[in-house]
């Protein structure tokens, strides 16, 4: 199964950005649709940004839609998510994530993510 380790958090204010970046071991990652979720204290779990195995084809929640962009290099297994304008409602753990091999399509519900990274923390100031 492949292993998915988070990093690139960190403190930033409002208006700035940060490059998280997802690495991927034990599996080749270009198997993998995967996915950025977001989880703030006393909040769910929420989708922010897919992308397909290829990378041909994103997709972003409504709130970070224009701010933030997935991408992926399967030749180094690593995932990106580049987030700009960050704003304090931003605040959350951060977390990469992939579809078991045999799904293509990008889902929101984190349920159908399979395989998880530890998370990394991004904290917003205003």
């Known amino acids: 199964q492949v292993q998915l380790e988070e990093s690139g958090g960190g403190l930033v204010q409002a208006g700035g950005s940060l490059r998280l970046s997802c690495a991927a071991s034990?599996?080749?990652?270009?198997?993998?649709?995967m996915g950025w979720f977001r989880q703030a204290p006393g909040k769910e779990r929420e989708f922010v940004a897919g992308i397909t195995k290829s990378g041909t084809n994103t997709y972003y929640s409504d709130s970070v839609k224009g701010r933030f962009t997935i991408s992926r290099d399967n030749a180094k297994n690593t995932v990106y998510l580049q987030m700009n304008s960050l704003k304090p409602e931003d605040t959350a753990s951060y977390y990469c994530?992939?579809?078991?091999?045999?799904?293509?399509?990008?889902?929101?519900?984190?349920?159908?993510?399979?395989?998880w990274g530890q998370g990394t923390q991004v904290t917003v100031s205003s």
């Open positions: 994530a992939a579809r078991n091999a045999m799904r293509t399509l990008v889902v929101v519900r984190d349920s159908n993510y399979d395989y």
């Open positions: 034990g599996r080749t990652l270009s198997n993998y649709v």
